[in-house]
């Protein structure tokens, strides 16, 4: 039992490049959520997903698109990546909405 | 929105001693929950402690206790004999307990707390 597992744990991207982030969970999880830490800031939701084949926006979307390929995985995709995305993200998941969530150990990103 | 207010960027304790985290929150729910994180150099999301705002009982975990004001909104974590192992970035966290919301249970995060141990 893995709990959240994602890669890759480090990235480095130029500017324009683009990339998926994966993220699997195998806890039979209903939701799940990708967030993005800043230095100086606590984590901010990017796109959430209520269960397989859905997905909405979170707090800073832009530049994202999320894909929920089926229970297990939540993949975020960066088709252009630019420096402001340089950041950390973490996936996370829940079985239900009323469960604390369990986070993967996060991915560094860098743009240059 | 809600938001999640930590007005302590940086705090250090010695070894053995006790430290209080300071966070303050703003919503107009009367139901929900609120945790404190921890982040250690891994970055591993590690959950400390967690309280329910209709427990009026302030939740406790070992060395780690917290003070629950809801009229106040503040919600403070205070670690006791305080171990190099608690050197870590510590977030406050809310989640809303409607599980009917679109907020579908998302965390709203403050900024953290680097906590500093000196032996």
């Known amino acids: 039992n893995a709990g959240v597992t994602q890669t890759p744990k480090f990235q480095v991207l130029k500017t324009g490049q683009s990339m998926t982030l994966q993220c699997a969970q195998d806890?039979?999880?209903?939701?799940m959520y990708w967030y993005r830490q800043d230095p100086g800031m606590g984590l901010r939701l990017i796109y959430y997903s209520a269960s397989e084949g859905t997905t909405d926006k979170g707090e800073v979307p832009n530049g994202y698109n999320v894909s929920r390929l089926n229970k297990r995985e939540f993949s975020l995709r960066l088709e252009s990546a630019a420096p402001s995305q340089t950041s950390v993200y973490f996936c996370a998941s829940r079985v239900d909405r009323v469960r604390d969530p369990f986070f993967g150990p996060g991915t560094r990103l860098t743009v240059l | 929105a809600q938001t999640v207010t930590q007005s302590q960027p940086e705090m250090s304790v010695q070894e053995a001693e006790t430290v209080t985290l300071s966070c303050t929150y703003d919503?107009?729910?009367?139901?929900?929950?609120l945790f404190w994180y921890k982040q250690p150099p891994s970055r591993q999301m590690i959950l400390v402690i967690r309280?329910?705002?209709?427990?009026?009982q302030n939740a406790t975990e070992n060395r780690f206790s917290v003070n629950f004001q809801k009229a106040a909104k503040s919600f403070s974590l205070k670690i006791s004999d305080s171990q190099l192992g608690d050197a870590a970035m510590y977030f406050c966290a809310y989640r809303s307990a409607d599980a009917r919301g679109s907020t579908l249970g998302r965390l709203y995060f403050g900024r953290g707390t680097q906590l500093t141990v000196w032996p």
């Open positions: 309280q329910e705002a209709y427990k009026q």
């Open positions: 806890m039979n999880h209903n939701s």
């Open positions: 919503t107009s729910e009367s139901d929900y929950y």
